[in-house]
């Protein structure tokens, strides 16, 4: 809640007791103060360790290997939380591509690799009751000793919620890729808990990691709900 404060307060800043006063549009007020939630799951504490890390270590890169990075950064794009294309910096990329390395098993690398471009997944077959979480690749490539699969998924939801892809994240570490059927039901229901007739719709989101290079294919997501037969080719969006 917002208070008009009085004259006397004109030169106020800050927060105190509770309440923070604040100026917007050239006018002062004063409202309740927010503390923010301080709860950080295992999950958010293990990307922030990564990005820690990786801040550390771009400042003992030589002038040679940061010019090298920034090079080719200019070549690459990201992607803006309006879904255009970005330019990003040398740090930037550096970050993106190691914090995959590492999520893989790997380590930073200083010099930036050679990079290859990976392909998306195919669709997939998932089967979802309340004993069993399969994932199955319809098929994979050739040559998968450089790539890892990462699966990301939402929380139970109820019917009502028809989009929580942006709810997805990961449950595990990055999967070898395999034809055959995955079992994901410990790891996805030990962070999310279970779903049930109250929440049986699950949201996902998967895509392939270069664990050598760290470059990530595109996105394909796949909703999927408790008992029902979960038709791969549902998906068919790719983010």
């Given at each position: ?63 040679a290997q940061i010019k090298a990075w920034n090079n080719l950064a200019q ?144 996105d394909i997501l796949k909703e999927v709900e408790l008992g029902e037969n ?10």
């Open positions: 809640m917002k208070y008009a404060p009085s004259i006397a307060f004109e030169e106020m800043s800050g927060s105190a007791k509770g309440v923070t006063a604040a100026k917007a549009k050239g006018r002062k007020y004063l409202r309740n103060r927010g503390y923010g939630k301080k709860t950080t799951t295992a999950s958010q504490s293990t990307v922030k360790g990564i990005f820690k890390q990786l801040s550390q270590s771009w400042k003992n890169l030589t002038v070549s690459q794009a990201g992607r803006s939380i309006l879904g255009s294309s970005a330019k990003i910096s040398g740090l930037n990329l550096y970050q993106r591509l190691n914090f995959w390395i590492i999520r893989c098993g790997g380590n930073a690398v200083a010099n930036p690799p050679a990079l290859v471009g990976v392909d998306a997944p195919s669709a997939a077959t998932v089967q979802l009751t309340a004993e069993v979480f399969n994932f199955t690749l319809l098929s994979i490539p050739e040559n998968v000793a450089n790539l890892r699969l990462v699966i990301e998924a939402s929380a139970p939801t109820s019917h009502g919620i028809s989009n929580a892809f942006d709810k997805a994240s990961a449950f595990a570490d990055p999967f070898s890729v395999v034809a055959e059927s995955m079992d994901i039901k410990a790891a996805y229901d030990n962070k999310n808990g279970a779903p049930s007739a109250g929440r049986p719709k699950i949201f996902m989101r998967y895509f392939y990691v270069n664990a050598v290079t760290g470059e990530k294919s595109a979960n038709d791969p080719y549902d998906e068919g969006n790719q983010g």
